[in-house]
C-alpha cells in the first residue's frame, strides 16, 4: 500500500464547478498534512495546511478525518487559474520533518 | 526576498555519464532537502540536510548517488554513474528548522534531467 494515495485525474470541470479531490494515507502516526498545488512543468508550492477541525481559506477548504486516515481538499467556484496538480503530502510521523508526497490530482478548469 | 536557487535548469546526458546539480537555499535556512520527481508522480524525498549535517538518506541510491552541503549553505547533488531510470526533475528545497517543528518547504525550480 502507498504511504499516500490520491487519485491520479485528470477532473475536468467548467468554470464555476465545485470539485472535491481525496486522499487516504497509511500512518497513523503522522501528524501534519498539507496540500500543495504544482503548476505544469513549475515547482510545488504550498496550498494549504490541513487542520483536524477543517479549514477553509477562501474558495477552498481542507478535511481531515484521522480515523479514516482520509484528507479531502474542497474548491468552489472554479477559475481558470486553478488548473494545476494537486499534491496530498503528509509529514512523516519520525522526528524529522521528511513531507510524503502523493502522486498529485490533475485538475483542468474548462472555459 | 530571493527564492531557492537550482543550476542548471535542464541537462541530457548519456547513461553512464556523471551530472551535478547545484542549488543555493533561502538565506537563513538551516534544512535543505532534494527531491526527485519522476514524471506522472509526486516528489520523492532523497536527502536531508540540517546545517551541513545529514538527518535522512534512507531514500539516497548511495551507490551513485552523492551529496555535500559543506558550509551548510549551498548543496550540489551528485549521479555517477546516470542511468535511464534517473531522468526526471530535481528539486531542492528549504526551510527554516527541523525535527518535530513543521515549517513550511519552499522549493526552487528544479533540474530537469534527460539520461539517453
Known amino acids: 500500500r502507498k504511504e499516500v494515495e490520491q487519485d491520479p485525474g485528470p477532473f475536468n470541470v467548467p468554470e464555476g464547478a465545485t470539485v472535491a479531490f481525496n486522499c487516504t494515507y497509511s500512518?497513523?502516526?503522522?501528524?501534519?498534512f498539507f496540500w500543495y498545488r504544482q503548476d505544469c512543468r513549475k515547482e510545488p508550492k504550498l496550498l494549504m495546511s490541513?487542520?483536524?477541525s477543517g479549514n477553509e481559506d477562501g474558495r477552498f477548504t481542507a478535511q481531515l478525518n484521522r480515523a479514516s486516515q482520509y484528507i479531502s481538499l474542497l474548491i468552489r467556484d472554479s477559475k481558470l487559474s486553478d488548473s494545476a496538480t494537486y499534491l496530498c503530502?503528509?509529514?512523516?510521523?519520525?522526528?524529522?520533518?521528511?513531507?510524503?508526497f502523493g502522486t498529485g490530482t490533475l485538475l483542468a478548469v474548462q472555459p | 526576498e530571493a527564492g531557492v536557487a537550482q543550476s542548471p535548469r535542464y541537462k541530457i546526458i548519456e547513461k553512464r555519464q556523471s551530472v551535478a546539480f547545484w542549488c543555493n537555499p533561502i538565506?537563513?535556512?538551516?534544512?535543505l532537502y532534494w527531491y526527485q520527481q519522476i514524471l506522472g508522480q509526486g516528489p520523492k524525498l532523497l536527502i536531508q540536510?540540517?546545517?551541513?549535517?545529514?538527518?535522512?538518506d534512507s531514500q539516497l541510491p548511495k551507490d551513485r548517488f552523492s551529496a555535500e552541503r559543506l558550509k551548510g549553505v549551498d548543496s550540489t547533488l551528485k549521479i555517477q554513474p546516470a542511468k535511464l531510470e534517473d531522468s526526471a526533475v530535481y528539486l531542492c528545497?528549504?526551510?527554516?528548522?527541523?525535527?518535530?517543528?513543521?515549517?513550511?518547504?519552499?522549493f526552487g525550480p528544479g533540474t530537469r534531467l534527460t539520461v539517453t
Open positions: 528545497a528549504s526551510s527554516l528548522g527541523r525535527g518535530g517543528l513543521v515549517y513550511e518547504q519552499y
Open positions: 500512518n497513523s502516526a503522522s501528524q501534519s
Open positions: 490541513v487542520y483536524s
Open positions: 503530502v503528509v509529514k512523516d510521523g519520525g522526528a524529522t520533518n521528511k513531507l510524503i
Open positions: 538565506s537563513g535556512h538551516a534544512t
Open positions: 540536510f540540517q546545517n551541513n549535517g545529514v538527518v535522512d
